[in-house]
């Protein structure tokens, strides 16, 4: 079982590498993968805003480029005082690469956590069954 409150501390530290030139809203993630890497991401602004990413998918991305395919555990972190869960992309992107019942944690407004699951922030993600239905596969 992944170990939280160590990817919460992980999300914090990769908080610190966020560039948020234009927003200031600093977020970092970590996630674990099944075969027990963590990886981290942080959000990257741009001045044409369209072509920022969230921390959520860089990690996400980093772990795929690293050769990971299954995600155990993510955590999820903003500004001190925001509440912070992923947005709708994220949730998407992490759906693809988690089952609803991986763990997701992220930092609340008044400093304490909430845990959830993928399938509890999206519990209807669009995913390979959809497509596989249309294919004939499923």
């Not at 990257?44 to 980093?62: D, K, M």
């Not at 994220?90 to 988690?98: D, I, M, P, S, T």
């Amino acid at each position: 079982m992944p170990d939280l409150a160590e990817l919460r501390v992980a999300a914090r530290a990769a908080r610190e590498n966020a560039y948020a030139r234009y927003s200031h809203f600093t977020v970092g993630a970590a996630v674990e993968t099944t075969d027990g890497r963590r990886f981290t991401g942080a959000n990257i602004e741009n001045a044409s805003y369209g072509l920022a990413i969230c921390a959520e998918r860089t990690a996400v991305f980093a772990a795929v480029l690293a050769g990971a395919r299954e995600i155990a555990a993510v955590a999820v972190t903003g500004p001190d005082g925001v509440t912070t869960p992923p947005c709708g992309a994220c949730r998407q992107v992490l759906a693809e690469f988690g089952t609803p019942d991986v763990p997701l944690t992220y930092a609340r407004a008044d400093g304490s956590w909430s845990d959830t699951t993928l399938g509890a922030l999206l519990p209807v993600a669009f995913d390979a069954a959809s497509l596989d239905a249309v294919r004939g596969n499923g």
